[in-house]
């Protein structure tokens, strides 16, 4: 009986180590492949390690070769992601909230029918607004520009902020918010000194959630910009698709960690607080 | 301090009637209580006097002002929460004087109120703490200085003791009833125990699905229930009731049991009731209107107006001070409330003696008292 | 001035509603109508009823772009679910290292698709990638040339996808396997129930919530899917991996044939919508019905 636990736990471990090898593998040779000159590349394989640690690769994938000027590098887009991504994720975010607190903690008519129509609107194919947002943002004159993927981001990101704050906001004691009437307190008076300051793991999760969807967008970034006022990921793919005659694979990895290095350093501070703000929505729907 | 009435107050909830024409009235000073089971729409009442849920039709009078399309804060009145509803994010101190500092009132007339509160219900150390850092029986003496502090009007009560454990509820309670006794306000008080609707209200309305059964004094509906319902609700164990039908003839004026297979009623001529013959009624007697020994009956009832019956005990039990027998009549139960000290012999025979004075008939299609 | 208050709530929340009516179904019903033109580079709003859709349908490109969407949702579905509820159980075990494993198999969610995309094409690349490490551990004859096999190429991007989102469904059925009662587990014991069979036989079947939810978001994860495939093949080689989400695109900013374009975005939606509608319906079912 004993050894078969004893077995069984090898087991366990067996796989569960299997798998860390599975995810870990891309990271590891993501980073190693950018670590090593093109000579270390062309002769070793995908595992071997760099003879030397070379962070030149790192150096040309942020800020370029400085000759020519035909090749990407990622130092301004990575301001352009930055420029849309946080206007954007707190402007929704603010949005969520009240909306939020306004659906669940003031009944008014047609309160859950909007919700139903927040929350159906997530679930949308986005190629479904392509074309008439592409239009539109032609007509406000803002195509290619930061304020345009800022208003998109904002608005397609409202269906999911309102949700968090809804489910969030729904298992808040709705007699707090009466004790609070009687004592006359009104609407934003309520939101602001007693609902916003218990809000606190729903911010976080909100936060988190809206920064990785923006900052990691490519669909919205390709296809209502291009040339300089790219985000990220657009710059990196388009990097990385070059077809000119080498290929610089460190350069290509270098840039990809670099890409993916803010959501997942907050990831690795946050990440469970995340999950579990994750988790909550989705097993509840 | 003031006057509180309600003229046929209705209330839906989508399909659902949940008020269904509510009438009362009560005077400065008065404690109301509202009892009921779940669901009867006491809370709904409640919210609605104090302006957290609206009405379909009817009108709340405070004061002999209408109030239906003032707010909650307009009203004057203060609301203890049976959850507490206390600000989490909130110390104690802040928690209590919120309401004032909404209402623009002078840092030092909240100084002052705060502090004659915090004295009276002894929460002076707790007054920096949260209220995820104080026990449920702190949390509750919390809200009702939030709600005291204010001075209000009226006080809405609902269900604030129910979280409580046993002891520290009937300790509460005694607190209210003596903070009634020295503030006289008018307290209007939801709960669905009976014995807390008893002991602390000077009137009581007792709800059933949307309505009012019986508005009055404690004792009234103590003893002389206006529905089998209030009779039922009211009382531990509750209400005997004895399935049977009235026989009449020129001499005698009595009740028969169901079951009853002798031609021995009991003799209602001294209750002086209009009934037709063989009506179907109930008779009702509480478990403590009812005596062992004839001394007792003699002793006890006005005028010698008891009744005696042959019944067969079946069931003792002991609940230390006292004990309840459930007996046989005739093929239905009857419970009796004696003191400990008395010995009953269980499936012997016996005679048991009913004080008349006590006794309720109800009819059994309107489930009115008669 | 009391009309303001009163209905605060509801003009507070009216901008944002406006917003998702204008941007969300608005959109959805202009695209529709587009459908239902000869559009081309531009729109041309004549009624031209379903031709659009006809076209579409007989497109081969269409054929082989949905083809391939059924075989990638299938096996994305299948392997994430089978990866997530393994890896589930085997950390509910009591480990002591499960905050750091959780990290390790999480982690690829927080990336984005593209730079999964970039990681992958470069590990499974047909002359320096896996293929060239097996050659150097002596293998001299493997293959692995998929990225670049018209017939191969989808299941690229079905192993890059599993590998990010996997660990999301393992995720979320942890959270539902630590919310069942341990007391059925207990009892299940106590019958004498194998641990094999307490979970085959009596966790599984609890999960059913989970397993829906799981599939739900896979299969719109798996509609949605363009970033992973224009990072990884670009659809190709050729358009062999071509998805309805890269099919629209290309057709709607390559081609200039918005009427297609938009035929395409509303099959993409109407496959959505199919899903999800009941979904909701029964999830807010279960809500009313709990309260």
């Keep these: 009986m004993l050894n078969k636990k004893r077995l069984s736990r090898v087991f366990l471990f067996l796989v569960l180590g299997l798998f860390v090898f599975y995810y870990i593998t891309p990271l590891y040779v993501m980073i190693v492949t950018s670590l090593k000159t093109m000579n270390e590349i062309r002769d070793g394989n995908l595992f071997s390690l760099p003879n030397a640690i070379n962070f030149d690769a790192w150096k040309i994938a942020w800020s370029g070769r400085g000759e020519g000027t035909s090749d990407t590098y990622l130092k301004p887009y990575f301001l352009n992601s930055l420029k849309i991504t946080i206007p954007a994720l707190l402007i929704s975010t603010f949005l969520g909230a009240i909306n939020g607190y306004a659906l669940t903690k003031w009944k008014f008519k047609g309160a859950n029918l909007i919700f139903l129509l927040f929350l159906f609107g997530t679930f949308i194919p986005y190629q479904a607004i392509l074309l008439p947002m592409a239009r539109t943002l032609g007509f406000l004159g803002i195509s290619n520009s930061p304020i345009g993927l800022i208003l998109v981001h904002t608005v397609y990101g409202l269906g999911f902020t309102t949700l968090f704050f809804r489910n969030y906001y729904v298992s808040i004691s709705d007699e707090i918010i009466k004790a609070a009437k009687v004592d006359g307190a009104g609407f934003f008076k309520i939101f602001f000194t007693i609902l916003l300051p218990v809000s606190l793991p ?36 388009n990097m990385v698709l070059t077809s000119a005659s080498v290929k610089y694979y460190n350069v290509d990895m270098a840039a990809a960690i670099m890409a993916g290095l803010p959501t997942l350093i907050i990831y690795i501070l946050a990440g469970n607080y995340f999950i579990k703000g994750l988790t909550a929505g989705s097993v509840k729907g | 301090m003031a006057t509180l009435e309600i003229k046929n107050l209705e209330k839906r909830f989508k399909q659902t009637e949940v008020l269904k024409g509510i009438n009362l009235k009560i005077n400065h000073g008065d404690f109301l209580v509202l009892l009921g089971p779940s669901g009867c729409g006491k809370s709904t009442l409640l919210n609605t006097i104090a302006g957290l849920e609206s009405s379909d039709n009817g009108e709340v009078l405070i004061n002999s002002e209408k109030v239906n399309d003032m707010e909650p804060s307009e009203r004057d009145i203060a609301f203890v929460f049976q959850s507490y509803a206390l600000y989490p994010a909130m110390n104690v101190e802040e928690n209590i004087v919120f309401g004032l500092k909404q209402r623009k009132i002078s840092k030092e007339k909240i100084n002052q109120s705060l502090n004659s509160i915090v004295e009276l219900l002894k929460i002076t150390e707790l007054l920096k703490r949260k209220p995820a850092q104080l026990s449920g029986g702190q949390r509750q003496r919390v809200a009702m200085g939030r709600a005291l502090v204010r001075d209000p009007k009226i006080f809405l009560f609902d269900e604030p003791l129910s979280n409580l454990d046993a002891k520290l509820r009937i300790e509460m309670r005694r607190e209210i009833k003596k903070l009634h006794k020295n503030l006289k306000t008018t307290m209007v008080y939801v709960t669905h125990d009976q014995t807390e609707a008893m002991s602390l209200g000077t009137k009581i309305a007792i709800m059933n699905d949307g ?68 009506k179907k009624v109930f008779f009702g007697i509480r478990p403590e209107h009812i ?43 009857i419970l009796g409330k004696f003191s400990s000290s008395v010995n009953i012999n269980i499936d012997k025979k016996m005679n048991l003696f009913i004080d008349l004075n006590s006794v309720s008939i109800f009819d059994q299609d309107t489930k009115r008292r008669i | 001035m009391y009309w303001l208050k009163k209905n605060l709530p509801k003009i507070v929340v009216a901008p944002s509603f406006a917003v998702l009516l204008w941007f969300v179904y608005g959109f959805i019903a202009w695209t529709f109508y587009v459908s239902l033109t000869k559009s081309k580079l531009l729109p041309n709003y004549e009624f031209w009823g379903i031709h659009q859709y006809i076209r579409l349908w007989q497109m081969p490109r269409w054929h082989i772009a949905v083809e391939n969407l059924f075989i990638f949702t299938t096996l994305f579905i299948v392997l994430c679910i089978f990866i997530g509820v393994i890896l589930s159980i085997f950390l509910d075990q009591k480990i002591r290292s499960e905050g750091f494993l959780k990290t390790i198999y999480l982690y690829p969610m927080a990336l984005s698709f593209i730079v999964t995309g970039t990681a992958w094409k470069w590990i499974l690349n047909p002359t320096m990638g896996i293929e060239k490490f097996v050659h150097q551990l002596g293998f001299e004859s493997f ?76 299969v719109h994860l798996s509609i949605k899917s363009y970033d ?64």
């Design chain 2, 211 to 278: 309505k009012i059964e019986q508005f009055d004094t404690p004792e009234n509906i103590y003893n002389k229930p206006d529905t089998i319902f209030v009779a039922d609700f009211v009382g531990s164990p509750s209400m005997n009731f004895i399935s049977g039908h009235i026989k009449k003839n020129e001499n005698s004026f009595s009740f028969f049991n169901e079951y009853e297979k002798n031609n021995k009623g009991i003799n209602l001529s001294k209750l002086n009731l209009e009934i037709e013959e063989g």
């Design chain 3, 228 to 291: 992973l495939v224009i990072a990884l093949t670009a659809g190709g080689p050729g358009i062999s991996s071509d998805m309805p989400a890269v099919f629209m695109t290309k057709m709607a900013f390559g081609r200039s044939e918005i009427g297609l374009a938009s035929a395409s975005a509303i099959m993409m939606f109407a496959t959505v919508s199919a899903i999800i509608v009941p979904y909701l319906y029964s999830e807010l079912r279960r809500e009313q019905d709990a309260k």
């Design chain 3, 143 to 218: 293959q692995f040339d998929w990225l670049v096999t018209p017939g191969m190429s989808i299941y690229t991007i079905i192993i890059a996808g599993v590998w990010q989102s996997s660990g999301f469904i393992m995720a979320i059925f942890l959270a539902g396997l630590r919310s069942i009662d341990d007391e059925v587990i207990k009892a299940a014991k106590v019958d004498g129930a194998s641990i094999f069979s307490i979970y085959l036989k009596i966790v599984l079947p609890m999960m059913r919530p989970v397993f829906m939810s799981a599939i739900v978001i896979l």
């Design chain 1, 202 to 237: 729903i911010l976080v999760v909100t936060i988190i959630f809206q920064f990785t969807q923006i900052w990691n967008d490519f669909l919205f970034g390709v296809t209502f910009s291009f040339g300089e006022h790219a985000p990220l990921q657009v710059a990196l793919n």
């Design chain 2, 291 to 333: 005596f062992l020994k004839k001394e007792h009956a003699v002793r006890v009832t006005k005028d010698h107006n008891f009744v005696e019956i042959e019944v067969n005990p079946e069931l003792h039990e002991y609940i230390g001070h006292e004990q309840i027998i459930t007996f046989n009549y005739c093929g239905q139960e």
